[in-house]
């Protein structure tokens, strides 16, 4: 017999010990019985006689349903005795559970099998025997309960002081396997997916699990555990008749041990507990298991009289990748590296070559996975990617100076051939040059007749939705099916004018979707790239969730350059396309000036000696320019738009974007107009103030003869009076509005910009013209202008042209010599 003599103390301790060790062999005294000279007695309590089995390996807890707290009490002569040394072990059923202190002393806790502590907190440790010195009498401990059922005897011991001789009591525990009447059944199921089990892919080295092994628990009103009972099988599980009926099937054994299978199986628990698998068939599709204990008298076998029942769904999958989404883009999804090849190793200015940004930016493409029940493919299904950036179009939305772009070849009356490998698309209606073709393959400027020759990609977005507005393709009403051909397909020949033919079939569906399908064409030189590897050197694999993630590369003189990307799967049958355009790092966005060069100044002051080298900027950067009262301004300026930048050899580098919209509004601060305004509003309020107490008392001014010797005297001469004050301070407010009015009659202030609509272009500039005119000389006007959209986030640039002696911010009124 074994005890954890690290527990004990002292040498008081050890000799208690070996006197519990006799004991145990019969020495000693037990069951609350003293000698027959003993004047101590010992007593060994509870707050609970039974305990649930511990299936969870729940921790020792005061809170929790498995842990008893066990009291001791000595007394002597009838009163507490603080006996020196009181000691509490496991005298039977050491597998069912273990004593713990809890009491916060370091002595007895442990760290975790495998960690560090710190940081890992430490835990309870588990003793078998149990003693505490110079007691007042009265000690406790805590027993927590295993995972295994049976009975336990504790054993509490102390020695008289009197004859020497161990006095000990005894207490039983039951950990107990059967609780009361079931009351709850519940399901613990793992999330790992299960597949049909002659899945045909084999796509993937992870494995497709055909098989899923769950456990049910059945639990009473108290939340303890119930198990069956002697015999008796207490669970039936089975499976509802709306599942896929492809073969699926249960297995378990029975309380005596047989084997069950098929769509019905009966069961016992152990400990509240019974362990059951599912096998997956030949369809795929979602299995809905029921699975009922009997409250009435825990057995199932005789049929269920008050039955308890709870339900989980498991879904089938296929493995087959149906359908493909990306996740973005996400501005925040970009990034860049430092310059880290191994044969730079020299000096780049005053930096080393190792720390100065390569130039190149670094964007992650996501897309998420299903199966046609929308469930996550196996882990380790590959996905390809593929990019194109070229050629864009030159006569229409022009890269750089006129936007981000489009595709030179593009259209949305693309006709791919269902099951073969010709796509075809009618000619365009209308000559954009005097050489164009029309050709829906050749570029419009009729440059290269051979652009969708091989190497070029074809680009499919089969749109859920057709004809959203009749009047954008034809006259057809709105129309919506599924996205049957979205990816991309290598062009392998251009037989006709409008015929290509590619690698791969399109997809073999039961509706011919007709020439409504988006296509583009991409063809090299491209800019940017996409990785069809990941960190690890290898194919592209979805996740357990089904997400499968990559990373884009192009350099930074592309920023804002139109692209797509494909993501497809299953051979070509399942894609996904994305299309936007390269971006910069949009934290810290700014929107600078660097025409004229009065107002460029200002950004360096307000800013800093290098503007473009500051991060962060403040959120709003305010420029002045003044001009003479009454004349019109017409005011060139350049913007500039460039990204949050990148740190590279300790400075920040910033790169410009192009084809960013920029917002402008314009305020007129027109003081006089604002005091010529509000004169108005005091006048029509002295106004309504006295038309309201005239109207409330009439005549109180009018000369009445009260006396007959007297002279005629007003009405009511405290309400005239107030009348008269009415008068007075109505004539005073026709006189302020009169004159204000005039005053602010003497300008008509004006402000407009050109273009109306703005956006930056090549190198992220973008130009344009303030007009101002009229502007009285305290008046000013802002205009302030920020960007558009989550992808670049500015601060407001403020350019405020302001008359001579405007006091308004962030003008400073002149002084006159």
Request: with cysteine; aromatic share 6%.
């Amino acid at each position: 017999m074994r005890s954890r003599v690290d527990g004990l103390q002292g040498w008081l301790g050890s000799l208690l010990l070996a006197a519990m060790l006799i004991g145990w062999s019969g020495a000693s005294q037990g069951g609350g019985f003293t000698g027959p000279q003993s004047t101590v007695s010992v007593e060994i309590t509870a707050d609970k006689a039974t305990l649930p089995v511990n299936i969870f390996g729940v921790g020792p807890s005061t809170s929790n349903p498995y842990t008893a707290t066990v009291y001791v009490t000595v007394r002597r002569n009838g009163g507490i005795y603080a006996a020196p040394s009181v000691g509490i072990a496991v005298a039977q059923g050491l597998s069912s559970g273990a004593l713990y202190y809890l009491d916060g002393d370091p002595t007895h806790e442990r760290c975790p099998s495998g960690a560090t502590c710190p940081p890992t907190p430490t835990v309870p440790t588990a003793y078998r025997t149990v003693v505490f010195e110079k007691t007042t009498g009265v000690v406790s401990a805590h027993f927590l309960a295993s995972g295994t059922p049976g009975t336990v005897v504790l054993t509490a011991t102390t020695q008289d002081p009197t004859t020497g001789r161990t006095i000990s009591d005894n207490l039983t525990l039951n950990v107990n396997a059967v609780g009361g009447a079931p009351s709850s059944v519940k399901f613990a199921m793992d999330p790992t997916l299960v597949y049909i089990r002659d899945n045909p892919l084999g796509t993937t080295a992870e494995t497709q699990n055909t098989v899923k092994p769950f456990n049910i628990l059945v639990l009473d009103d108290g939340g303890f555990a119930v198990g069956a009972g002697a015999g008796n099988n207490n669970l039936r599980v089975e499976m509802l008749p709306n599942r896929p009926n492809g073969g699926e099937w249960l297995s378990t054994t029975d309380v005596q041990g047989n084997p069950q299978e098929g769509t019905r199986v009966l069961t016992g628990t152990v400990g509240g507990m019974a362990s059951l698998t599912l096998h997956s068939g030949t369809l795929p599709g979602t299995v809905v298991i029921a699975a009922t204990a009997d409250r009435a008298d825990n057995n199932v076998d005789n049929g269920i009289q008050r039955g308890i029942t709870n339900y989980a769904m498991v879904s089938i999958g296929t493995g087959e990748i149906k359908s493909l989404t990306f996740t973005g883009p996400f501005a925040d999804a970009v990034f860049v590296g430092a310059n880290n090849l191994i044969a730079v190793n020299g000096q780049c200015g005053a930096n080393p070559c190792d720390s100065v940004w390569n130039g190149v930016y670094n964007r992650i493409v996501s897309v998420i996975a299903s199966d046609p029940y929308g469930n996550p493919p196996p882990a380790g299904t590959p996905i390809t990617f593929r990019l194109i950036d070229s050629p864009l179009d030159m006569l229409q939305n022009r890269y750089p100076d006129q936007g981000h772009g489009q595709f030179a070849i593009t259209g949305t009356t693309g006709d791919p051939q269902e099951g073969g490998d010709a796509f075809f698309a009618p000619n365009r209606k209308t000559k954009r040059t005097a050489s164009d073709t029309l050709s829906p393959f050749v570029v419009p400027n009729g440059v290269s007749l051979a652009i969708a020759n091989p190497l070029c990609l074809l680009m499919l977005q089969d749109p859920e939705v057709i004809n959203p507005n009749p009047s954008t393709v034809n006259a057809l009403p709105s129309e919506g099916r599924l996205e049957y051909h979205v990816g991309s397909r290598i062009i392998i020949g251009r037989p006709g004018n409008n015929t290509l033919t590619v690698n791969t079939p399109f997809n073999q569906v039961s509706q011919n979707v007709g020439a409504n399908v988006w296509y583009t064409v991409g063809c090299p030189p491209h800019k940017g790239n996409v990785a069809n590897l990941d960190s690890n050197e290898v194919v592209v694999l979805t996740d357990v969730s089904g997400a499968a993630s990559t990373v884009m590369s192009y350099p930074a003189s592309q920023v804002g350059r139109r692209f797509m990307v494909a993501a497809e799967s299953n051979g070509g049958k399942v894609g996904a396309v994305m299309t936007h355009w390269y971006l910069g790092t949009p934290d810290d966005s700014i929107l600078t000036i660097t025409q004229p060069a009065s107002l460029a100044a200002q950004i360096a002051s307000a800013v800093g000696d290098n503007p473009l080298a500051v991060s962060p900027w403040p959120g709003l950067v305010p420029v002045t320019e003044t001009v003479d009262p009454g004349t019109a301004i017409t005011l060139p300026v350049t913007l500039q738009v460039l990204d949050g930048g990148v740190l590279s050899g300790g400075v920040l580098r910033r790169t410009p974007i192009p084809a960013v919209p920029i917002a402008v509004d314009i305020v007129i601060n027109d003081p006089d107009e604002a005091a010529a305004v509000a004169a108005e509003e005091a006048l029509a309020k002295a106004q309504a103030a006295y038309d309201a107490f005239v109207s409330a008392n009439p005549g109180v001014c009018d000369l009445v003869l009260k006396d007959p010797e007297g002279e005629p005297e007003e009405r009511d001469p405290e309400k005239c009076a107030k009348q008269k004050e009415l008068t007075t301070a109505l004539d005073e407010a026709k006189i302020a509005a009169a004159e204000t009015r005039a005053v602010a009659n003497l300008h008509a202030p004006t402000a407009s910009i050109s273009p109306e609509t703005l956006a930056s272009g090549g190198n992220g500039y973008a130009r344009a013209v303030l007009s101002v005119s009229d502007l009285p000389s305290n008046g000013s006007v802002d205009f302030f202008f920020s960007t558009v959209g989550p992808e670049v986030r500015s601060q407001v640039l403020q350019i405020a042209v302001c008359g001579p002696q405007s006091s308004h911010s962030p003008c400073v009124p002149q002084t006159t010599p």
